[in-house]
Nanobody, 123 residues
Framework: QVQLVESGGGSVQAGGSLKLSCAAS????????LGWFRQAPGKEREFVAA????????YYADSVKGRFTISRDNTQNTVYLQMNSLKAEDTAVYYC????????????????WGQGTQVTVSS
């Protein structure tokens, strides 16, 4: 069973930084693509960033390019999301997700989800 546990959320002022972590079960650790999604109140969940199984390819939503960085450490079974220059519109629950294909290029293939961690950015 795939297990994903997010941590690192919190409250920060606009312009600040946060780093999210997602600990994955061993089954996921080095063969799955991993991604971050977010859902703001009253809005649909949206893609934020993804990284393929080896960490060689990364993908970002236009809204976070240049501000967020996704990375993974397969020795620690963990994926990270470094978020800089945060804006009020980044406020959302952030979810970690896993794609069994390993590629991370098709959003619908992210089928395993964590419980989410709240990020609140005050302006």
């Amino acid at each position: 069973q795939v297990q994903l546990v997010e941590s690192g959320g919190g409250s920060v002022q606009a312009g600040g930084s946060l780093k999210l972590s997602c600990a994955a079960s061993l089954r996921v650790s080095s063969s799955y693509a991993l991604g971050w999604f977010r859902q703001a109140p009253g809005k649909e969940r949206e893609f934020v960033a993804a990284i393929n199984w080896s960490g060689t390819n990364t993908y970002y939503a236009d809204s976070v390019k240049g501000r967020f960085t996704i990375s993974r450490d397969n020795t620690q079974n963990t994926v990270y999301l470094q978020m800089n220059s945060l804006k009020a519109e980044d406020t959302a629950v952030y979810y970690c997700a896993a794609d069994q294909t390993g590629w991370g290029t098709v959003i619908s293939r992210f089928r395993s989800w964590g419980q989410g961690t709240q990020v609140t950015v005050s302006s």
